[in-house]
């Protein structure tokens, strides 16, 4: 079984050259180090206490609603 060699969550260091330039690899790995970022949150987002509940709420609310008769 292979080590995990990912470095997992590490702020990688991107700093311009000896002329104030960025490489490509260097622009390449700040976005997507902004992806991971913005991924992290939306992922903890969704595992929020009030997104996971909104079927048990809409369930309540739609029990508690009166029921609509045909042709209304």
Same mark, same amino acid.
């Given at each position: 079984?292979?080590?995990?060699?990912?470095?997992?969550?590490?702020?990688?260091?991107?700093?311009?050259?000896?002329?104030?330039?960025?490489?490509?690899?260097?622009?390449?790995? =700040?976005?997507?180090?902004? #992806?991971?970022?913005? +991924? $992290?949150?939306?992922?903890?987002? %969704?595992?929020? =206490?009030?997104?996971?509940? #909104?079927?048990?709420? +809409? $369930?309540?609310?739609?029990?508690? %609603?009166?029921?609509?008769?045909?042709?209304?």
């Amino acid at each position: 079984m292979a080590t995990d060699t990912r470095q997992k969550n590490m702020t990688w260091s991107v700093r311009p050259d000896a002329n104030g330039h960025y490489s490509f690899d260097s622009a390449r790995l =700040a976005v997507l180090m902004d #992806i991971r970022d913005e +991924l $992290q949150k939306l992922n903890s987002l %969704l595992h929020c =206490a009030n997104f996971t509940g #909104i079927p048990r709420t +809409l $369930q309540t609310i739609s029990r508690k %609603l009166p029921t609509r008769k045909k042709g209304e």
